[in-house]
């Protein structure tokens, strides 16, 4: 029961966990992004995000199986598999986000805030019941092509998979960082975050920016979705629902409506996530209990995140 | 730059039904009885009272399955009553209510059978309150939980607010599914409502064969707390919370004491909940943590947003409706399609539908309904008549506004005035200086 | 206490937002009885000094002493109840209630709001909301009988002038020792103005209330005022009589000058 009290510390399982937490991080804080990216432009909290992420799940596997992939896979069917599943993935939750957008967001854009996110909690629930209908209610396995090589260093134990993942991430977030801070949509989207009716006055068309958001802030969900699968070897039509939550403290964590914030967020709370299932005592019944306490404590004590400004209200 | 304007929102799909109604409303009108026209006889309170018989009557009319449908229906009638008072008067989006829900349930299971069983499963004794005792205990447990919850988070802007109260909801289940005296996964038994002995003879709340009691309870509770809720709406404290809802600075510079208004509807609210789930495990006789998900918050909001966010008899409408589908027509449309000739046979052209369980497209058609109200009808079947204003005036203020900072695009449907104050404000102000020359 | 007699302190009250000083080192002191005006640019802090005051803002630094109790920090609804109340730039009434729920919820503070009497409805509390009532409606005639006309008239019904008007009418229900009224004439025409002058006069004699007042029409500050603060960038610049106010170099380069040039 007490595993802390019961046995002396063990530094390896200690990095173990840390390891495992970094990873499952890297999966958090590309949720995070779109969340946060969203938030950072119209405010809203998209609370569909998880399922768009959950439907990359779904569709990816669809096509796994379509293409009878049950083993593990190496040289050039391997790179051309994980390109077709990010592609698969990719195209899946950024073009369902942007039609969701349009659907129903964007009528609503004027109406006061609680107003789009009873809407978003409709089309969450709509996402979720349509995979249920497709994919039923089970969990599902997916099956593992990736080689399940590992490295060792010491008792910690890296898997090649796990590499896969933190480098992915990272070249996303490096390639958002890039894009929304070199070019001239990134540009435009920081500009109409700040304030869309200068930007507007500016010559940025506000639409076509809210709907590249969405397409960036779906397509980091669709990639997370394709190494999720990957990682957990499963697929589940609420899985949307639950790592969407932890995703979206993670960006309340770091602040939201703050990219880097996001990242950090989504790191710091895999982290915890992955010690808190270790230490705490029934630790992993408890784990989804463990992030939305996060969640309440940030949201009390500090609810402009880590690295997010403190904003004075209108009056 | 905007849209062509539709006559007052909606589909044109709809224009026929709308006219029928339209011409149905005249002739009602125009018919006399008594020197008032029918159209008088069926609105306002009268309705209420027309309703209030229709109830009383229903067990006489139909079999015991459709009484116990009745019954939870009406719990289901009091759960959208309370939410109503956080969401719809105060301003609130709660989505946790089930956590309240949950506490009456447990309340009464676990104080109701005189043990519980630890993790050691050893047989624990706990006291024994009878029926009555727990309908208020539970009502006091959920208030006291509403405050508790409340006090730290109503600061919260609206949307945190009700993401924090999602986490609290999913909280509650995952704290009874984890705790050895909750039974854990298998949940509690709990005994029936008990007999009540009088001298006119005893009556039997707890008969699982008939209903009929148990349901004439459920529904003097509706009674009662659809009348306080009346209370609470037409007073000083009503005022204060509309007040709250349409601008919380101006409300708290006008003396509002905003935590203290926003607790007092969360209490209540959640009290409601709480004898909700009280009356709930004396009908369901067992309850398992699994059966108080998010889907049950989620299915009480929609409620209330189908029936008109603030209207109290719209409410009680948008839940008979939701839950009158819920408990009878999905099973009489699953009997009705399984049983047909086109579905049952092999090889019929609609055989693939044999297998199937239409209870499985429910929370689908919630998601429908809940997307498809917010964005055609907002103001839900019977509209508050404030809410209603809210949205109207939110709408022309926005086609009179020049500075709004979305009003550089193209607009599509303009529907608002839903919501919690501070994002009324921030909305409708740049809106509002424009209509008031402001310099 | 007499009139003549401090009645809001304010000592080097400072706000800053981020590293921006919003108000800077405010020092006033309002007198019982008087009419004082800050005046000064836009965005010279002067809504943020009603705001601080009224506890929709926390100080980052300084006192505001109400009959020598600090009311720093306190939340809006206390700083009501202390004797503050207010009206605001951009007219915040509630909309969807009608004028005479507009001047009631401004008596809040006096009612009973809690559980029990709102079920029950004891005498005390009828009794509450019968004085209300009627000090609503004395409120609405003190404002002319036009408006006790409109009093079950939703206020986004009314015209801006009459809009005004209930919400000098909300922040009077409470009964205030001290009203703070944010341009109380913006956007209206001269006779509008003129009217406004008139009411917001026979308020200070009528009620005995100390009015603090922000006003951009420099017409209206001259004439009304007993004592005049000027801001600038967040800072007190001048403070004096009108008379004073109007020679001040200062002033005129800081405030008047600049209005003239962009005019």
């Known amino acids: 029961m007490h595993i802390l009290a019961a046995s002396s510390f063990d530094t390896g399982l200690f990095f173990q966990q840390i390891e495992n937490g970094i990873t499952l991080g890297a999966i958090y804080a590309l949720v995070a992004l779109g969340y946060t990216m969203v938030y950072g432009i119209i405010e809203l909290i998209n609370f569909a995000h998880g399922d768009v992420f959950m439907w990359s799940t779904i569709v990816t596997l669809s096509v796994a199986q379509a293409l009878h992939i049950d083993h593990v896979l190496g040289g050039f069917a391997l790179v051309g598999t994980l390109l077709l599943l990010l592609i698969v ?17 964007r009528p609503l854009r004027r109406a006061p805030r609680l107003i789009p996110l009873i809407s978003a909690i409709g089309v969450s629930f709509i996402l979720e019941n349509v995979a249920q209908l497709w994919k039923t209610a089970n969990v599902i396995a997916y099956p593992v092509f990736f080689p399940t ?9 890296i898997t090649y998979l796990d590499i896969f993942i933190f480098v992915l991430a990272v070249a996303l977030m490096v390639g958002l960082n890039v894009f929304t801070n070199r070019t001239k949509m990134g540009r435009a989207m920081r500009a109409t975050a700040q304030d869309p009716e200068a930007a507007a006055l500016m010559g940025v068309n506000i639409n076509q920016t809210i709907s590249l958001t969405f397409l960036i802030g779906g397509a980091l969900a669709g990639a997370a979705g394709v190494v999720y699968s990957m990682y957990a070897s499963s697929v589940y039509f609420l899985s949307g629902f639950q790592l969407g939550l932890i995703a979206f403290t993670a960006a309340v964590l770091g602040g939201i409506g703050n990219i880097q914030g996001a990242v950090l967020g989504g790191f710091l709370i895999g982290i915890i996530e992955a010690l808190a299932t270790q230490y705490v005592p029934n630790g992993l019944a408890w784990s989804q209990g463990v992030a939305f306490a ?15 400004q403190q904003v004075p209200d209108k009056v | 730059m905007s849209a062509p304007s539709r006559s007052k929102g909606g589909l044109p799909l709809f224009q026929p039904i709308r006219d029928g109604w339209n011409a149905l409303v005249a002739r009602l009108e125009k018919t006399q009885l008594l020197g008032r026209s029918l159209l008088w006889y069926i609105t306002g309170w009268r309705l209420g009272i027309i309703a209030l018989i229709l109830a009383v009557i229903y067990p006489q009319m139909f079999d015991d399955s459709y009484v116990l449908a009745g019954c939870i229906i009406a719990i289901y009638v009091l759960l959208a009553l309370g939410l109503n008072i956080v969401v719809g008067y105060a301003g609130l989006l709660d989505l946790g209510y089930v956590a309240f829900f949950v506490i009456g349930n447990y309340t009464y299971a676990a104080l109701s059978r005189g043990y519980l069983v630890n993790s050691a499963k050893q047989v624990v004794p706990v006291p024994v309150l009878s029926f009555w005792w727990l309908l208020p205990l539970g009502a006091l447990f959920a208030g006291i939980a509403g405050v508790l919850l409340g006090a730290p988070t109503l600061r919260l802007r609206g949307d945190y607010l009700a993401i924090v109260t999602l986490g609290f909801g999913e909280l509650s289940r995952i704290f009874v599914l984890n705790v050895p005296y909750f039974g854990a996964a298998n949940g509690l038994n709990a005994p029936p409502a008990p007999t009540v002995h009088t001298p006119l003879g005893d009556v039997d709340f707890g008969n699982f064969i008939d209903h009929t009691n148990f349901y004439y309870l459920t529904l003097a509770l509706v009674v009662i707390v659809t009348l306080l809720v009346n209370l609470l709406r037409n007073s000083s404290l009503g005022r204060a919370w509309v007040a709250m809802r349409e601008d919380e600075t101006a409300a708290a510079a006008a003396g509002v004491n905003l935590v203290r208004t926003k607790l007092l509807a969360f209490a209540t609210g959640a009290a409601i ?7 709930n495990v004396a009908l369901v006789p067992s309850i398992t943590p699994d059966q108080f998900t998010f889907n049950i918050s989620i299915s009480i909001l929609v409620m209330i947003v189908l029936g008109g966010i603030g209207s109290i008899p719209g409410v009680i409408v948008g839940a008979i409706v939701l839950k009158l589908f819920d408990q009878i027509l999905l099973n009489n449309l699953n009997d009705y399609v399984h049983g047909s000739p086109l579905v049952s046979n092999p090889g019929a052209p609609l055989h693939f539908l044999a297998g199937n369980d239409f209870n499985q497209e429910k929370f689908l058609l919630y998601g429908l309904v809940l997307l498809g109200m917010i964005l055609l009808r907002p103001q839900g079947i019977i509209p508050d008549r404030r809410r209603q204003r809210e949205i109207k005036e939110a709408s022309s203020v926005e086609s009179a506004s020049a500075v709004g900072v979305l009003a550089i695009e193209e607009s599509g449907d303009t529907l608002a005035g839903l919501g919690s104050a501070p994002d009324v404000t921030e909305y409708v102000g740049p809106g509002s200086d424009a209509q008031g020359r402001e310099g | 206490m007499a009139d003549g007699q401090t009645l809001l302190a304010v000592n080097h009250l400072t706000k800053q937002f981020g590293g921006l000083a919003a108000v800077d080192d405010v020092t006033l002191d309002i007198k019982r009885g008087q009419i004082f005006s800050i005046i000064g640019p836009n965005g010279a802090g002067k809504t943020t000094v ?37 009206t605001f730039q951009n007219i915040r009434l509630f909309n969807n209630m009608t004028v005479l729920e507009n001047v009631l919820v401004g008596q809040h503070a006096k009612l009973y709001g809690d559980l029990i009497s709102v079920i029950f409805r004891p005498p005390y509390y009828r009794n509450a909301e019968k004085r209300a009532l009627d000090r609503a409606m004395e409120l609405l005639a003190f404002f002319g009988p036009q408006m006790v006309a409109l009093k079950d008239e939703y206020a986004s019904n009314l015209s801006y002038a009459y809009r005004r008007r209930v919400e000098v009418a909300r922040a009077m229900a409470s009964g205030p020792q001290l009203l703070l009224l944010d341009e109380p004439t913006a956007g209206m025409n001269d006779s509008e103005t003129a009217e406004a002058v008139g009411y917001i006069r026979r308020l200070r004699e009528q009620y005995g209330v100390t009015v603090l007042l922000i006003e951009h029409k420099l017409q209206v500050t001259m004439n009304i005022s007993d004592q005049i603060a000027v801001l600038d960038y967040g800072k007190k610049i001048a403070e004096g009589v009108p008379a004073e106010i109007q020679r001040n170099e200062q002033v005129i380069e800081a405030y008047l000058g600049r209005k003239a040039a962009t005019a």
């Open chain 2, 273 to 279: 909940g709480g004898i909700g789930g009280i009356l």
């Open chain 1, 294 to 308: 996060i969640l309440i404590l940030i949201l009390i004590f500090r609810p402009s995140g880590l690295l997010g």
């Open chain 1, 89 to 105: 993935g990719i195209l899946t939750s950024g073009g369902l986000n942007v039609l969701i957008e349009r659907v129903a967001y």
């Open chain 3, 50 to 86: 009603f705001n601080l005051i009224t506890g929709i803002y926390k100080p980052t630094k300084g006192e505001i002493l109400l009959n020598g109790r600090s009311i720093a920090g306190k939340t809006p609804d206390v700083v009501l109840r202390n004797g503050i109340a207010r």
């Open chain 1, 149 to 157: 090589n590992a490295i060792t260093i010491g008792s910690l134990t």
